[in-house]
């Protein structure tokens, strides 16, 4: 089993920056894919970010790419959401997941393990 705890969310100006770190426990930090999820009230939840196993490859919505940074720290069993330029429309709860998949997926569904939520406010 996989235990992800998710931390660094909370209430930043349009602008401003924010760090999410994706605490992992249990099986292997190291042999699974990453990726980042947000849902804002009553939406669907999104893809926000993803990074393999290895973090040679990174994948992106269009909606960040440029302003959100996905990375891991394996020693560390600790994935991370660099977010900069935030806008209001960021707004949401994002979520961390694991994949045991070998290709990275951008889909909710190739997920299979999932951490609690962080609350993102970004005020205009």
């Known amino acids: 089993q996989v235990q992800l705890v998710e931390s660094g969310g909370g209430l930043v100006q349009a602008g401003g920056s924010l760090r999410l770190s994706c605490a992992s426990s249990?099986?292997?930090?190291?042999?699974?894919?990453m990726g980042w999820f947000r849902q804002a009230p009553g939406k669907e939840r999104e893809f926000v970010a993803a990074?393999?196993?290895?973090?040679?490859?990174?994948y992106y919505a269009d909606s960040v790419k440029g302003r959100f940074t996905i990375s891991r720290d394996n020693a560390k069993n600790t994935g991370y959401l660099q977010m900069n330029s935030l806008k209001p429309e960021d707004t949401a709860v994002y979520y961390c997941?694991?994949?045991?998949?070998?290709?990275?997926?951008?889909?909710?569904?190739?997920?299979?393990?999932w951490g609690q939520g962080t609350q993102v406010t970004v005020s205009s």
């Open positions: 990074i393999g196993w290895s973090a040679g490859r990174t």
């Open positions: 997941a694991a994949s045991v998949r070998v290709v990275v997926t951008t889909t909710p569904q190739g997920y299979d393990y």
């Open positions: 249990g099986r292997t930090f190291r042999s699974y894919g």
